[in-house]
Nanobody
Framework: QVQLVQSGGGLVQAGGSLRLSCAAS????????MGWFRQAPGKEREFVAQ????????YYADSEKGRFTISRDNAKTTVFLQMNSLKPEDTAVYYC??????????????????WGQGTQVTVSS
């Protein structure tokens, strides 16, 4: 089992930045990849970015390329999502996720077995 605890998020003006964190505990040595998803009201959960736990290789949704950066700490226990140049359409609940399966890229929610509690990001215009 893996437990994921998120922090960060909040309210920011358009053009601003936020950093989300997700701390993993439990069987972290078995994690293959971690990702970030978001879900706006009335919409499906959508992929944002993911990172391969062993190598640090990353993969982004096209709409986030150049604005968002996913990273992890060297201890491989925490994943971050740095969000710059935020837009009102980035407003959503953001979730981190982890999985053990050797699937790459994994861009669907079903590609992840473990989920954080979610954190609200609101971007005002």
């Amino acid at each position: 089992q893996v437990q994921l605890v998120q922090s960060g998020g909040g309210l920011v003006q358009a053009g601003g930045s936020l950093r989300l964190s997700c701390a993993a505990s439990g069987r972290t040595f078995s994690i293959h990849r971690m990702g970030w998803f978001r879900q706006a009201p009335g919409k499906e959960r959508e992929f944002v970015a993911q990172i391969l736990w062993s190598s640090g290789s990353t993969y982004y949704a096209d709409s986030e390329k150049g604005r968002f950066t996913i990273s992890r700490d060297n201890a491989k226990t925490t994943v971050f999502l740095q969000m710059n140049s935020l837009k009102p359409e980035d407003t959503a609940v953001y979730y981190c996720a982890a999985d053990f399966r050797t699937l790459w890229p994994g861009v669907m929610p079903n590609d992840y077995a473990y989920w954080g509690q979610g954190t609200q990001v609101t971007v005002s215009s």
